[in-house]
């Protein structure tokens, strides 16, 4: 091991410089101009990979290509891993806010700055760096590992679903290892073991068949945006609690070990409340901030339309209100079954003065492996080992709907050891990452796979 | 008297081809285009006047010119009565759905169709008519009667406000007369004697400093469109009450005889909900529709803004949601004092969660005039004669600004002797005027003269 770590000590500026070069190239998945791009990044990350000593292909899809690369075939059976990340970056728009520009990428103050730094090239490239370690220091690695870089990650990740269906047996894995969330800052290097869910629906209370005058009309017949506020109203008591009848009855409970772990997390509430600009936060009784946005369930209201929305004032009963709402849910809840609980409730608030429609819209299933279990517990070690502090474990409020699919098709859990700090500026002008984060992700993946084998 | 009526009878043709040359002229208020035509609408009717007979003016205004028309000057004090109308006209558009082009006045089924035959040259023609018939027959007119005839009723009549200030002592009177509403049908001839007043505000609640992605803060920050609509839902009862503590305080409670003549009322709870085309009626408990609609007060939301309001979903929590309210109110509601009621419950009703504007909008105050006082007693006896049936006593649920001011600046009562019918589509393409109405309107007009000068 020794080797290796040595190894990527002694190649750190030429690294650096590989990732540049990486992320010269603009491979912006959501625009068509930009294709040949996209598929230059998919040759330049197949050579790169074939050059560090991986067996590496390109596989054309209908969309953007995916690049696999596995280590070299040996006799024996080993645990085989696999590496998710994606080459596709976000576009750099708007342009002009940029202190450099996106696809020139710049090292300063210990980060490089470019389009798809941190989301996702960096990140992914520090373990390509890790294997390239193992590989030409001629260092015994006690596994099998299959690099699975996309192109569309920004775009819905279609073409890689179908891939996962197709690959199937080539793809059996131990576990995922993905390096694309985030940690709080660099003393606090984290795994993140759970994501929330969602489900998605659009309301719409439909009363007078038209915009009627409130004058002439007003009074003697229900105002559709007022009952939308009722029925929405009622749907969140005073203590922050959904109030739809089931809502809570499966939703996984924070351990009190999960809660203790929690207690680390650097932001204060004070801090967050600053953060986000807001008079004071708002959340469900009886948790924590870093609890309520990440492992207890939530209602929003996403959007609101009805009637007269221009300048000044315009007298009408609007003939319908309508509501965009999603719900964020954690483990054991299921998509469908809250949003029939929701729609249930939703039809029992209805009153008869006016027509209730509602549509579906999308759902996906939260995400969680204990973070007590075996590979976790090692990916911490890992983590500890490369960063130099204690680890933090993380839920994140968000869903990555390919972490599913990993599951449901391969049946393989994943490990999501994100290199990102909260100003890495994901999405945004001067996206960048930090080259600590870089050099310290790649011993962690180093260290990381002896670990995971010998489970 | 029975002169003036036989004239009457015997001009009807001539009437009718006048009106027709009236309607004719597009005096447009609000397009700018027609400036040239508005002007000359105001030309031929003050020639008009003065060729019945009339000592006829044109004011030049900032905007479109008012037309006065005075009867002859004669000795000794008589009483004085001024008759309101407009003769600017509503945009014509949509052109295409008109079966007859808007300023081609067409005769069919007994009505004049054309932009403006209704609302208001139709009407205020009518009165004109009456006075010619007595100013040609050298019929004792026992009053003195002032037409006062603007050109910005569909613009806000700003110009109309300023004259009264300036002609106040000329335009002292002991009533306006104005026909510029409705009757339920050709069998129920109507005397309004009571209009809605409002007030407009518009509320917008704001949380965090932008829009935030729900899955990464959601549960632990409120949602501004829930709190909004939480607030909005306080706002009204189940059983259709104003949750506002003082909402109803100085409201006029309907009299007795005001509910009995109420029952009157053509169109039925079924008919109505047919014609709004609404699963049920829905309104403060204890009232009927008729009631509901003219003489109580309401509380609407006319629009409702937050979030996302595209295709699909975007799962954010909005960083604001805003909602237009108006409140339409009863005689002896002060728009103030109701708006500051409103504004205080919306105070006490925000959590301390989200930061509240409220931003004031128009105001007006309703009008009453007592339907048993001896100038409508009159007036429903002119309007028995002339149309030959029992007429009806309405409450409007719309506001007439102008109604306000003739009080304000004159301290004059109006008499609104509306001549128009439910399907004469006023403000729509395909405006008419019924020719019944129009004839019994200029009889009516005659036969009111006398009644009310005796008082």
């Excluded at 809570?248 to 070990?257: E, P």
Aim: one cysteine or more; glycine letters at 8%; aromatic letters at 6%.
């Amino acid at each position: 091991m020794q080797s290796v770590l040595d190894y990527l000590t002694a190649h750190r500026a030429r690294f650096e410089e590989e990732l540049c070069e990486y992320l010269r190239l603009p491979s912006v998945s959501a625009q068509t101009d930009h294709d040949c791009d996209t598929r230059a990044t998919a040759d330049w990350l197949m050579k790169h990979c074939r050059a560090i000593g991986l067996k590496a292909r390109k596989h054309t899809t209908d969309f953007h290509p995916i690049v696999t690369a596995s280590t070299p075939k040996r006799a024996g059976r080993r645990p085989h891993f696999l590496v998710y990340g994606h080459y596709d970056v976000q576009p750099p728009d708007p342009l002009e806010e940029w202190d450099t520009p996106p696809f020139e990428p710049t090292i300063r103050k210990g980060a490089v700055y470019a389009r798809g730094a941190t989301d996702n090239k960096g990140q992914h490239f520090a373990h390509l760096k890790a294997v390239e370690a193992f590989l030409q220091t001629g260092s015994e690695l006690p596994c099998d590992l299959t690099f699975v870089i996309e192109g569309e990650e920004e775009v819905g990740s279609e073409s890689l679903v179908k891939f996962l269906r197709q690959k199937k047996k080539d793809l059996q894995c131990d576990a995922v290892v993905v390096s694309d969330t985030g940690m709080p800052s660099k003393k606090h290097p984290a795994l993140t073991y759970s994501l929330r869910g969602v489900t998605a629906l659009e309301v719409t209370v439909r009363g007078p068949k038209a915009d009627l005058h409130s004058g002439i009309y007003g009074g003697s017949v229900d105002n559709p945006a007022l009952v939308l506020c009722q029925m929405l109203a009622a749907l969140r008591d005073k203590r922050g609690r959904i109030a739809v009848p089931g809502f809570y009855d499966r939703a996984q409970k924070l351990t009190r070990y999960e809660r203790e772990q929690m207690k680390r997390l650097p932001i204060s509430a004070a801090q967050y409340r600053r953060l986000l600009g807001v008079k004071a936060l708002f959340g469900e009784m009886g948790y924590t901030h870093h609890e309520q946005r990440s492992a207890r369930p939530t209602l929003e209201i996403n959007g609101l339309t009805s009637g007269y929305q221009g300048e000044g004032s315009k007298t009408i009963v609007p003939a319908w209100a309508s509501a965009k709402i999603t719900c964020r849910l954690v483990p054991n809840q299921d998509p469908c079954e809250i949003n029939r609980l929701l729609k249930r409730q939703l039809k029992k608030l209805c009153p008869p003065s006016v027509k209730l429609e509602i549509e579906d819209g999308h759902g996906a299933e939260a995400y969680h492996v204990p973070p007590t279990g075996p590979q976790a517990q090692v990916a911490l070690e890992a983590l500890r080992e490369a960063f130099g502090h204690e680890p933090v474990i993380l839920r994140e409020g968000g869903s990555i709907p390919i972490i599913n699919e990993f599951k449901k098709v391969l049946g393989a859990d994943s490990l999501l050891l994100g290199l990102a700090l909260p100003d890495d500026n994901l999405h945004s002008p001067n996206e960048k990452f930090d080259l600590d984060c870089f050099h310290n992700g790649a011993e962690m993946s180093a260290r990381l796979w002896p670990k995971l084998a010998a489970i």
